[in-house]
């Protein structure tokens, strides 16, 4: 059973900083890797998508990479602002894509930026 | 504005008292899920669909039933709801079978049995 782990489970840092969340998983078997971000009392929103076959995607300050052999994603996130503070999840999505669609989650990095 | 909407977003039951949440997308997604989200626990996916008429567990199926009638909607049905399901429930939507497949979660909906 796919089992994916965030480290670490709370982050703090002082504006400004770069920063790492770590996301790693057990079955390297997997279609693709999303970063969502979610706010205290809301949904999720998609961050970005890393299909298996790809090692990185950018947007804007965030940059997220993936190596599917070690079972390791990494979230980057450059020059953190206030508006950055939010709970930070992967999940990883089984298989090879076709009608299998079970997704898994990480329980999160609540991060926190400081002014 | 394309957006996954779910109702009610708040609700109060008591044991045994049948319910169902609704889930609709306004994007043509073929794929639509729920999950359950628990302190401690995560985001768990409850049961999803790859399009109308098909559904498969996920995780967490026991307890809960979907149906999938049209693509734009997925309700979510308890029929004798528990104390233990008392959770933040989200319905997820994407593409499903193009790439890239980004998922677009609703609000959510919290539920407490009583």
């Known amino acids: 059973k796919q089992e994916v782990t965030q480290i670490p489970a709370a982050l703090s840092v002082p504006e400004g900083e770069n920063l790492v969340l770590n996301c790693s998983f057990t079955?390297?078997?997997?279609?693709?890797l999303q970063w969502f971000r979610q706010d205290p009392g809301k949904g999720l929103t998609s961050l970005l998508l890393?299909?298996?076959?790809?090692r990185e995607q950018t947007s804007g300050r965030l940059n997220a990479s993936l190596d599917k052999s070690s079972g390791r994603s990494t979230l980057y996130i450059a020059a953190s602002q206030p508006g950055d503070s939010a709970t930070y999840l992967c999940?990883?999505?089984?298989?090879?894509?076709?009608?299998?669609?079970?997704?898994?989650f990480g329980k999160g990095t609540l991060l926190t930026v400081n002014p | 504005e394309a957006q996954v909407t779910q109702n009610p977003r708040y609700l109060i039951t008591v044991t045994g008292k049948k319910l169902t949440v609704t889930c609709s997308q306004n994007?043509?997604?073929?794929?639509m899920s729920w999950y359950r989200q628990d302190p401690g626990l995560g985001l768990r996916q409850i049961y999803y669909?790859?399009?109308?008429?098909?559904?498969d567990k996920g995780d967490v199926p026991e307890g809960y039933k979907v149906s999938r009638k049209e693509k734009r909607n997925f309700p979510l049905i308890l029929e004798s709801p528990s104390p233990n399901q008392t959770s933040l429930y989200f319905c997820a939507s994407s593409i499903g079978t193009a790439s890239p497949d980004t998922q677009y979660f609703g609000p959510g909906t919290r539920l407490t049995v009583l």
């Open positions: 079955d390297s078997a997997i279609y693709n």
């Open positions: 669909s790859m399009n109308v008429e098909v559904t």
């Open positions: 994007m043509n997604h073929e794929y």
């Open positions: 999940a990883v999505r089984e298989g090879s894509g076709g009608s299998n669609y079970k997704l898994t």
């Open positions: 890393i299909q298996s076959s790809q």
